[in-house]
């Protein structure tokens, strides 16, 4: 008796709904259909940014097949069960720099080897983290999962005998903000920030005209909140053509670092221009090694601000030699 009855009332509560929706004008109705609409689409994006934002690429590529020496591929086992594939080299010599690389929301690491070849030829120690879904890491990505992954890679170096003020972390495009989080929260040796960003979920509002509310972001990486707790130098590199994240937003985020930082504007460079020789040589190379040389014990110094000459010759895959693309790679 009791199920009818209440079955009973939301019959009559939905006639009464229907009576008001019919007994509504036209402009009413359109209006609560748009809001509806609105607030539809938004639940939607809540639930399915993750899957829109990261571009992951599941495929798996020894580091061999890619002409990197002295580099093999170990994994990581995460505390909720997923496994992380971490391209590893050794450094040649104690007191030079290791690089913990931190990629963006697209492309596996056998996409970025030429880039990883300056490090290892520079004798430097190399981990380049493949994010959850990439190069083999097992589970899917999100912001608070690639903080996580990234604190265990650098807390695992530590604990293999390297001195955190040796480490300088890495951070690529997306990964700068994860990076970021990791350097606010570990005494890293040095920052480098790669076309990074103030805000992701700030840059979304304001190409969306603010149309989507704060509270629908899962994904914020608000790394101008944390950069503020780095104590570590920053290097700051940007190209001036870049049009997915303009250097204005990586401004933002250089101009609010409080400790030690190097600005480095590369000209003619788009969001992949930066990976040179050039720009290795005459910024990342005396960055790292004059943070390795440090040991962590950063000091304060002056502000250096750089426009860089180069002019790099845009390429749609630049961070592939030619001739070298593994093509196929060894999936394993």
């Not at 259909?33 to 539809?40: D, E, F, K, S």
């Not at 190209?239 to 933002?252: E, L, S, Y």
Request: include cysteine; charged fraction near 25%.
């Amino acid at each position: 008796m009791g199920m009818q009855a209440g079955m009973d009332r939301a019959a009559s509560w939905g006639e009464a709904v229907w009576r008001v929706w019919e007994d509504a004008p036209e402009p009413v109705r359109y209006g609560a259909l748009c809001i509806i609409a609105i607030y539809a689409i938004w639940l939607v994006l809540f639930f399915t940014q993750r899957r829109i934002l990261y571009f992951t690429d599941p495929t798996r590529i020894h580091p061999s097949d890619c002409e990197l020496d002295r580099t093999e591929e170990t994994e990581l086992g995460t505390p909720d069960g997923h496994t992380l594939i971490v391209w590893r080299a050794d450094a040649k010599d104690d007191a030079l720099p290791h690089i913990l690389y931190l990629h963006g929301n697209r492309r596996a690491l056998w996409r970025r080897a030429r880039f990883f070849r300056l490090f290892i030829a520079s004798g430097w120690g190399l981990s380049a983290l493949a994010h959850r879904g990439f190069n083999g890491s097992t589970g899917r990505p999100s912001e608070p999962a690639n903080v996580a992954d990234a604190i265990l890679a650098f807390d695992a170096l530590v604990a293999e005998g390297i001195r955190p003020g040796r480490i300088v972390v890495y951070g690529e495009s997306l990964g700068s903000g994860t990076a970021v989080q990791l350097a606010a929260a570990r005494p890293v040796g040095g920052l480098i920030l790669h076309a990074p960003y103030d805000s992701f979920r700030d840059i979304v509002r304001s190409r969306t005209a603010w149309l989507l509310p704060r509270a629908i972001f899962r994904e914020r990486y608000d790394s101008i909140r944390q950069i503020g707790q780095v104590k570590a130098p920053v290097l700051w590199l940007h190209g001036d053509k870049d049009r997915i994240i303009p250097q204005g937003r990586g401004r933002r985020l250089y101009d609010a670092a409080l400790s030690t930082k190097y600005a480095a504007l590369v000209k003619g460079a788009n969001h992949f221009g930066i990976y040179t020789q050039a720009v290795f040589n005459q910024h990342v190379r005396f960055f790292a090694e004059a943070c390795a040389s440090l040991n962590g014990q950063g000091r304060p110094g002056p502000e250096m601000s750089v426009i860089d000459p180069v002019l790099p010759k845009e390429d749609a895959h630049p961070e592939l030699s030619k001739g070298r693309v593994p093509l196929a790679g060894k999936r394993r």
